[in-house]
């Protein structure tokens, strides 16, 4: 992509031993959270399956809702696996040895039908342009959030088939070389980070559809032959179904900020959460702080704030307190569209960082 923006980001003083500090990757807590969270997708798809091969007849009246609750726990915590584990790891920073970010970006993105060529193309210009109109692809505000209603709440505790269709399509027509389908982002958005010209790039999402329908493809038809066709169900779809939490914890980022601004403390929201959600959302809810210093391992975001809190607005604790406060956000710009929230800045002397910082360090390159 070579269109070009100068944005001169504003950035909290951080000591330098610090930073250092903070920047330094730990294979093993890497380790801890992805494989943690594998752990327990297996764990919870071995429940379900467990569930399913005992239901009969005379034990469905208790027997059902366990397969229920057990396929509700699977997916919640599969629904992580795409854009949340393959973000993390698509910065190359959990892990200080880089084979393993790959190796597990692999194992993710397969398993949530997730192309990481195209994301990471997206997501390090997201980083560097964030939130600025016809620069920044990813997020455009205004943010729509309809989470009201029936619909919304069928499809959050159980599945949206639009979404899922849209996902696989992509991935199919992409594994017969048509890039053309809108997916993750819209089809319009991947020409722009991934052009034409950028023979390897394209060549590298092909040839990975490519490899997740053959494999997803072959997986279940070996599940089929085999007489244990529900493995489709766990395995195949496992990251597809009971979003909720993913919603609640994510949507949040960017829901009515700025736009057109060099400052992350207003275009991007950062709230406090207990350690379960924060597990699930690889830290994620210190969004602010991963903005402003992307090359910060996911892990040692919690200490970054604390180094950093004298200069940045307040934060709600909590999922309902933060959902309580984009609610009224939301409500306001119903009645004034152009509204969008201005949080309390602290008046410090801060330092700068080039959007071309940001782009390289979000890559760490």
């Known amino acids: 992509m070579t269109e070009s923006i100068k944005i001169n980001w504003y950035r909290c003083k951080v000591d330098r031993a610090l930073m250092s500090e903070l920047m330094r990757k730990s294979d093993a807590r890497a380790f801890l959270q992805a494989g943690g969270q594998l752990l327990l997708f297996a764990v919870t798809g071995t429940l ?14 208790w027997m059902l809702p366990a397969l229920l609750l057990a396929l509700f726990a699977h997916g919640t915590n599969g629904t992580f696996m795409g854009g949340i584990a393959c973000h993390e790891l698509c910065h190359k920073t959990p892990f200080a040895t880089q084979f393993w970010n790959a190796f597990f970006l692999r194992i993710f993105s397969f398993l949530a039908w997730f192309d990481p060529t195209g994301y990471r193309a997206s997501h390090i210009r997201h980083h560097q342009v964030t939130v600025h109109k016809g620069h920044d692809g990813e997020i455009e ?31 199919l ?26 023979v390897r790039g394209r060549h590298e999402i092909i040839r990975w559809a490519r490899i997740v329908v053959g494999g997803h493809l072959a997986l279940a038809a070996l599940f089929i032959l085999t ?3 529900f493995l489709i169900v766990i395995v195949n779809f496992g990251t597809f179904y009971c979003s909720w939490l993913g919603i609640l914890t994510g949507a949040p ?27 699930f959302y690889w830290n994620m809810q210190y969004h602010v702080e991963h903005h402003m210093f992307p090359a910060v391992p996911f892990y040692n975001l919690g200490r970054l704030r604390e180094a950093i809190k004298h200069d940045l607005p307040p934060c709600t604790h909590g999922l309902w307190a933060t959902w309580c406060e984009l609610q ?8 004034e569209p152009g509204y969008v929230h201005v949080p309390p800045l602290p008046q410090n002397e801060g330092d700068r960082a080039t959007d071309e910082t940001l ?3 979000a890559a760490q390159t």
Not at 52 to 59: G, Q, V
Not at 173 to 198: C, I, M, N, Y
Not at 328 to 335: D, E, G, N, W, Y
């Open 141 to 171: 505000q205004p943010l729509g959030l309809d989470w009201h209603g029936l619909k919304f709440a069928l499809t959050a505790f159980t599945f949206s088939p639009s979404w899922i269709w849209k996902n696989l399509r992509f991935m």
């Open 173 to 198: 027509a992409a594994a017969r070389g048509d890039l053309s389908h809108d997916g993750f982002f819209k089809s319009a958005w991947l020409q722009r980070v991934v052009p034409e010209t950028d």
């Open 227 to 229: 007489g244990n066709w």
């Open 359 to 361: 782009l390289s360090e």
């Open 328 to 335: 009224s956000i939301l409500k306001r710009q119903r009645s």
């Open 48 to 61: 379900a399956y467990n569930a399913f091969l005992n239901l009969n007849t005379a034990n469905w009246p």
């Open 253 to 279: 980022q960017h829901v009515g900020l700025s736009s057109d601004v060099n400052d992350f403390r207003l275009n991007c929201r950062t709230y406090t959460c207990s350690w379960l959600p924060a597990f």
